[in-house]
C-alpha cells in the first residue's frame, strides 16, 4: 500500500494565485483531513471530511476550500493565496474498527509527507 | 472541550540515557491518547496511544507511554535513548465518543546527543 500521498511535494506561489493540492489514500479509510504546520504552532486543523461528500471546517479553515467527491481523494484548494497561507500542509486520514468492546474502537491518524508551500 | 500542552519546547538527553517527553491534557469524559513523531521533513508518524486498560503503553522502537488519570498525563517514555530517536514529538488527545477530531499539542524537539 502507498498509504497517504500528497502532490505537490512543493510549490511557490504569487499572492492571489489558485492551486490545488492532492491527497489520496489507499487504505479505505472513511476520516480525513487537512493541516498545516507552522513553527511554534503544532498541527492546525483546517478542514476535515467524515466520508465521501462530507466536509466540515476545522480550527482554520479561511482561504481554504475543500471537496470529497471521492472516498480515497481529498482536495484541498487556496482561490487566492495569501503570504500568509506560507506553510507546509499534511493530510491524513483515519479509520475505526471493532472487534468487541472499547479495545475495538482505533483512532490513529496516517499522515502524508506533507507539502511546502510557499506564497510571495 | 479537549486541549493538550507539552511544557517543554526541547528536551536534550545523551545516548544511552533514558528519556522522558511530557504531556498533560484536559477533557471532557475519557480521553484517548495518542503519540506521533516527526523526523526532518517528514510527516507524523504513529507511535503509541492509550484507548483503555492498563495504564502503560508500549509502542513503536521501544518507546512506552504511562496514562496517570489523576495528573492527568501522558508522559512518553524510553529507557535508552538513540542519536536516532532525535525528531519532534506530537501528543494529542480526543475525548472518547463524539467526532474523530483529536487536538494535538504543539510538539516537543528532542535532540539525543552522542
Known amino acids: 500500500n502507498a498509504g497517504v500521498t500528497q502532490t505537490p511535494k512543493f510549490r511557490v506561489l504569487k499572492t492571489g494565485q489558485s492551486m490545488t493540492l492532492l491527497c489520496a489514500q489507499d487504505m479505505n479509510h472513511e476520516y480525513m483531513y487537512w493541516y498545516r504546520q507552522d513553527p511554534g504552532m503544532g498541527l492546525r486543523l483546517i478542514h476535515y471530511?467524515?466520508?465521501?461528500?462530507?466536509?466540515a471546517k476545522g480550527e482554520v479553515p479561511d482561504g481554504y476550500n475543500v471537496s470529497r467527491l471521492k472516498k480515497q481523494n481529498f482536495l484541498l484548494g487556496l482561490e487566492s493565496a495569501a503570504p500568509s497561507q506560507t506553510s507546509v500542509y499534511f493530510c491524513a486520514s483515519s479509520y475505526t474498527k471493532r472487534t468487541g468492546g472499547l479495545k475495538g474502537l482505533f483512532y490513529e491518524q496516517y499522515f502524508g509527507p506533507g507539502t511546502r508551500l510557499t506564497v510571495t | 472541550a479537549q486541549s493538550v500542552a507539552q511544557p517543554e519546547d526541547q528536551v536534550n538527553v545523551a545516548e544511552g540515557n533514558p528519556l522522558t517527553v511530557k504531556c498533560t491534557y484536559s477533557?471532557?469524559?475519557?480521553?484517548?491518547l495518542f503519540w506521533y513523531v516527526q523526523y526532518p521533513n517528514r510527516g507524523l508518524q504513529f507511535l503509541l496511544k492509550y484507548i483503555t486498560g492498563d495504564n502503560l503503553v508500549k509502542g513503536s522502537y521501544g518507546f512506552e507511554a504511562e496514562f496517570n488519570k489523576s495528573q492527568t498525563s501522558f508522559h512518553l517514555k524510553k529507557p535508552s535513548a538513540l542519536v536516532s530517536d532525535s525528531a519532534l514529538y506530537f501528543c494529542a488527545v480526543k475525548r472518547s465518543g463524539g467526532s474523530y477530531i483529536p487536538t494535538f499539542g504543539r510538539g516537543t524537539s528532542l535532540i539525543v546527543h552522542p
Open positions: 477533557v471532557s469524559g475519557n480521553p484517548y
Open positions: 471530511s467524515v466520508g465521501e461528500g462530507t466536509t
